[in-house]
């Protein structure tokens, strides 16, 4: 097909089709900027909603949780939570004072010599056990053999055994005081 148009009125043929092209691409991609806006708009008021009613569920289990018994029982678990978190912190030093006391008990010990106590304590962090046995001895020699047997132990250092224990010969009271160090 020929077309005998005049160029001027190509040119605004072609200048309409153009127009007519931007107005429907400019048009479908404002209504799709209109439909996203709405879905969005739509989405936030919906979150928006959920929130509402989560916040009104949270202050009802709030008001429902802050009863004098519900208060005790919380300041009963954070009690009892501290506790154990002591007693973590003391299991994960490693004393094991079953061991500390074998030591004492398995040292070979004179006839006349009974202990009427002992004490265990933990010292330090490096898991050294503070031990102090009062007891009665027979006889000085007893006694002196006792905390021999004591000393001759790899890990008990620091024996102390006060100077007024021996002033008597003989049905002795004494207090002797020592540590175990952990052995290495």
Same mark, same amino acid.
């Not at 799709?32 to 949270?58: P, R």
């Not at 202990?115 to 006889?139: C, E, M, P």
């Given at each position: ?105 398995? &040292?070979?010990? +004179? ?5 009427? *106590? %002992? ?17 009665? *001895? ?12 004591? &000393? ?19 049905? %002795? ?8 160090? +952990?052995?290495?």
């Amino acid at each position: 097909m020929i077309n005998l148009l005049p160029q001027k009125e190509k040119q605004e043929l072609l200048f309409q089709k153009n127009r007519n092209l931007v107005i429907v691409l400019g048009s479908t991609a404002i209504i799709f900027l209109i439909c996203l806006a709405l879905v969005l708009l739509s989405i936030k008021f919906y979150i928006l909603q959920i929130i509402s009613n989560e916040k009104a569920i949270l202050k009802d289990a709030e008001e429902k949780y802050q009863t004098p018994n519900s208060l005790l029982f919380l300041d009963s678990l954070k009690k009892n939570n501290a506790d154990l978190s002591i007693m973590d912190s003391f299991y994960k030093k490693k004393a094991y004072l079953s061991d500390d006391l074998k030591t004492i008990l398995q &040292t070979q010990r +004179p006839d006349g010599i009974t202990f009427n *106590s %002992i004490s265990l304590g933990q010292t330090g962090s490096d898991n050294r056990v503070k031990i102090s046995i009062l007891g009665t *001895s027979a006889t000085r020699d007893e006694l002196l053999s006792f905390k021999d047997n004591i &000393t001759s132990q790899a890990s008990v250092k620091n024996i102390y055994l006060p100077p007024e224990n021996l002033v008597k010969p003989t049905n %002795i009271s004494f207090n002797l005081n020592f540590e175990i160090h +952990p052995v290495k």
